[in-house]
């Protein structure tokens, strides 16, 4: 499969969308709003972050 950057971006907010959706259905104790303040905002810097890595790493093992 061939990710390009228009796909790696709609896949990572398909699974962050999918992941605070579910979040937000779930019968847990917790506002819509504090999810949409609290964890959306932190789900995105961490996947980010992570992405970061991964593609770092990917260009790493595919030069190395």
Same mark, same amino acid.
Do not use: K, W
């Given at each position: 499969?061939?990710?390009?950057? &228009?796909? &790696? !971006? $709609? ?5 962050? %969308? $999918? #992941?605070? #959706? ?11 709003? &504090?999810?949409? *303040? *609290? !964890?959306?905002?932190?789900?995105l $810097?961490? #996947?980010?972050?992570?992405? #970061? %890595?991964? !593609? ?9």
């Amino acid at each position: 499969m061939e990710l390009d950057l &228009t796909r &790696t !971006v $709609v896949a990572f907010l398909a699974l962050v %969308i $999918v #992941g605070n #959706g579910v979040l937000i259905l779930a019968p847990i104790p917790m506002a819509a709003s &504090t999810i949409a *303040m *609290m !964890v959306l905002p932190s789900t995105l $810097v961490f #996947g980010a972050i992570c992405l #970061g %890595i991964g !593609v770092a790493h990917g260009q790493y093992r595919a030069t190395h």
